[in-house]
Structure formats: structure tokens, C-alpha cells
């Protein structure tokens, strides 16, 4: 094709007018009149789009420094759910789906994940997402083993990412208050920290075969993963696949006391440790930290301030608080330490909930942007479910348990340390 001198001149005359002439941009563009530019926004996408995936997805689009992108889910009908949802609910009109999360983490344009699948896909979610360089906002508990749980902490320190668990309760004003009484003192010596737990149950066996689905309508083997195969049932994808050992973290424990446990590690200031030891009574579980405080992981005998509870006490007084936002101390005089934030039925007068995670979400943005440590990083959320973990097994296999925090081995048991790990299902070995 021959270009004559005619065109040349008009072309560049075309383009001297052009950037001469006035250009006009919405204000929002420029993140003026109280918006945020886009070029300032974090972009996201989920990894699992299910219940719990929406109720925190709902908090991240309630900031105004979140772009949402995309939604990933072996489900059609979830992540076309969510894409539907967003688009009624928020007005977001670029919504692209995926089936295989690894397409979604080749994304350029995606700054961080919020990961919310079955508890057996957190770690090799996240996994892939730091390798990726994706800052993770990661549902508990982190991973289901000892080993896999260290190996998280350590790949997320290998590639410099921002990672926050999900136990939004660490965030949470009234768990805060209960935390800093037992760690300033005001409770006279930590005897004893009390975590709320569900019953605890294992199932070994599998549920009947069902007719496998359309790969499109539900990916059964990507469902699966990384854990051991198994024939199909709709049971497991509606949300049945708890307490199932190759799923669950552990016997259940891990559904309410990587929350608990995690806040008693925080009041006992061994975050980044574990109890020394660990044996069970029933379906009560107990561990001992090296300072001698005692920790008692039970599902019932609470106050009824609302799930999640945790209790700390010390020689000369005691807090309990839960999911309501209330909280009860002894002796009276301890009110005075409540200050203005609670009301006068100990309940806390912002009226935040413990399933509440926006004030999480908005440390983990914070830090995505400062790249400092959100409250929960992975270090020590590692820590927490490395000790739900110890005292899991000690239930499973019935007897006590030593354990050494230095190097996450248990101590004169062989048939314990070979449980901290598990054989991962070819593609997914990490």
C-alpha cells in the first residue's frame, strides 16, 4: 500500500489538533469530588462464589476503593448467580466467569483474590494465588493439615503478598476489649482462656454414587482437587462435606475454634506458638501453652452472649464476650475498664456482629496498599490452626499429645506427625 505526502500531512495535522483541543473527563476519572480514580482502585475476584463467598463479597463492594472484576466457581450456577447479583445489586456490568481459578490468577488486571471455596482448596488456592503475586483475603481455616499450613505461611513470605485470614472476630471491638483485659492485666494472672467449639464428629465413610453432572453444570473433579477421589454426590457440593475427613480440617473443630482458638492465642500473646500439649475429655478439648495457662476448647456451659464465645480468667477475674457484641465481666469494679463503648447491658454500642467481616476487609485493603501486616497475617493464622489441628488429633487419636511450636512435630509419636500431612491428588501437589 503506497502512502503519499498528501496523507502524511493530513495525519499529522490531525493529531497536532487533536492534542491541542481541550479534553474533557468526568470528574470520577480524575478522582475528584470525593471519588477514587480507578487507576487507584484494587481490583478483585473471587475464588468461590457460593454463600459465604457473597456475604464477604458484599462488604468488599461496600468500599470505595474496590473494582470488581471477575468470579471463578466450578458451580454454573454460582458463579452465574454471582455475576447476576452484582450486576442487579451493585451495578457492575464487567463481571467475566471462569471455571478454572488458574485463568482468573493470570490476570494482569487483578491486584487480589478473595478465596471462598470448600475448606480443602484454601491453601492450594491461596498457594497459587501467591505465586501468581495476588494479594489473598482467605476464608478459615487456612489449609487442612499441619504441614500444608506451614507451607502457606512460608510460600506467602517467599513471594512478598499481603494475605489476611478470614477470623474477622481479631477486628471486632467487644473480642478486642475482652483480649486487652487479659493481656493488661486487669484480670490478675491468665489462669485459663475457654474457646466455644461445635460437637465434634468425623465421617470416614462416602455417601452413596450419584449419576456424575455436566462438567459445565458442576466440575466434579475440579471440586474434589487436591483431595482423594471419590464417587459423586450432590450432598458434598450443597454444603454436606463437613466433618468428612478427606474435606473437613479436623472433626469439625476448625468451624468455630479457628475463630475461638485464634483469640486465645491473641489474649495469651502466643501468636506465632501453640499449646506444649494437648489431650481431650469427651468432646472437650485441652491444651497447656509453656507459661502455664491452660487452654478448654468446649461446645456448651456459655453465658449465651452469642456464638464464637471465648472466655479468659485469671486469679482475680474473668471475661466473657461472643457474636453479639455483649460482654459480661467479673468482679464489677472491671466495668469502669469498658469505658463509653458499651452500653448498660454490656452490649457494645457501634452494634457490630461477630460474622461481621467489614472492618477485616478494610485492615487487609489498608495493608494492600501499605503493604504492612493486616492483624491476621499468615504467620499467624497459621500458628492458630496449626494448634486446632494438634488438639484435633488428640481427640482422633484419643490420647495426649506433646507437641514442639519450634518445629511442629509432636513429641515421641510417630503415628501423630505422619497425620500432619496428607497425599495430595495429582495435578494439585504443591
Not at 167 to 170: L, S
Not at 298 to 307: A, E, I, Q, S
Given at each position: 500500500m503506497k502512502i503519499s505526502r498528501r496523507d502524511v500531512i493530513s495525519a499529522v495535522s490531525f493529531g497536532a489538533a487533536y492534542f491541542?483541543?481541550?479534553l474533557f473527563l468526568p470528574s470520577k476519572v480524575l478522582g475528584r469530588d470525593g471519588n477514587i480514580a480507578p487507576s487507584n482502585k484494587i481490583t478483585l475476584g473471587i475464588i468461590g462464589a457460593g454463600g459465604r463467598g457473597r456475604h464477604d463479597l458484599k462488604r468488599f463492594l461496600a468500599q470505595p476503593d474496590v473494582q470488581f472484576l471477575a468470579a471463578c466457581d466450578v458451580q454454573k450456577d454460582r458463579r452465574e448467580g454471582c455475576k447476576n447479583w452484582v450486576?442487579?445489586?451493585?451495578g457492575i456490568t464487567q463481571c467475566n466467569l471462569y471455571r478454572d481459578f488458574r485463568e482468573l490468577l493470570c490476570r494482569r488486571d487483578i491486584d487480589a483474590v478473595l478465596i471462598a471455596t470448600g475448606d480443602h482448596w484454601h491453601a492450594h488456592a491461596s498457594i497459587y494465588a501467591a505465586q501468581a503475586g495476588k494479594d489473598i483475603y482467605s476464608e478459615k481455616p487456612?489449609?487442612?493439615t499441619i504441614d500444608l499450613c506451614r507451607q502457606l505461611a512460608n510460600t506467602i513470605k517467599r513471594y512478598g503478598v499481603i494475605f489476611q485470614g478470614g477470623?474477622?472476630?481479631?477486628s471486632l471491638g467487644n473480642f478486642k476489649t475482652a483480649v486487652e483485659l487479659a493481656r493488661n492485666g486487669k484480670l490478675g494472672k491468665l489462669k485459663e482462656v475457654h474457646a466455644a467449639t461445635y460437637y465434634l464428629k468425623v465421617i470416614y465413610d462416602w455417601l452413596p454414587a450419584q449419576?456424575?453432572?455436566d462438567p459445565e453444570v458442576i466440575n466434579w473433579d475440579f471440586w474434589l482437587g487436591p483431595s482423594p477421589w471419590r464417587p459423586y454426590n450432590v450432598e458434598y457440593v450443597r454444603g454436606?462435606?463437613?466433618a468428612h475427613y478427606d474435606f473437613d480440617s479436623g472433626a469439625k473443630f476448625h468451624d468455630w475454634a479457628a475463630h475461638t482458638v485464634d483469640l486465645c492465642q491473641w489474649a495469651v500473646g502466643a501468636d506465632g506458638s501453640a499449646p506444649i500439649k494437648y489431650w481431650s475429655d469427651g468432646h472437650v478439648l485441652y491444651g497447656l501453652y509453656g507459661n502455664g495457662v491452660k487452654l478448654v476448647a468446649?461446645?456448651?456451659?456459655?453465658?449465651?452472649?452469642?456464638?464464637c464465645a471465648v472466655r479468659f480468667e485469671g486469679d482475680v477475674g474473668w471475661v466473657e464476650t461472643g457474636d453479639s457484641g455483649k460482654i459480661a465481666v467479673f468482679p464489677d469494679s472491671l466495668r469502669s475498664e469498658l469505658a463509653n463503648d458499651f452500653g448498660i447491658y454490656g452490649k457494645r454500642r457501634d452494634g457490630t456482629h461477630g460474622e461481621d467481616p467489614e472492618t477485616h476487609i478494610r485492615n487487609f485493603l489498608d495493608c494492600v496498599k501499605t503493604r504492612e501486616q493486616p492483624v491476621c497475617n499468615a504467620d499467624i493464622i497459621c500458628s492458630t490452626h496449626i494448634a486446632c489441628h494438634a488438639a484435633a488429633l488428640s481427640w482422633l487419636l484419643q490420647r495426649e499429645?506433646?507437641?514442639d511450636p519450634k518445629t511442629d512435630n509432636f513429641i515421641n509419636d510417630q503415628q501423630a506427625n505422619k497425620l500432619k500431612t496428607r497425599a495430595w491428588r495429582a495435578p494439585w501437589v504443591v
Open positions: 491541542v483541543s481541550p450486576e442487579k445489586n451493585f487456612c489449609a487442612i477470623t474477622q472476630r481479631r449419576e456424575l453432572p454436606g462435606w463437613r468446649r461446645p456448651n456451659g456459655w453465658m449465651g452472649l452469642g456464638n499429645l506433646k507437641f
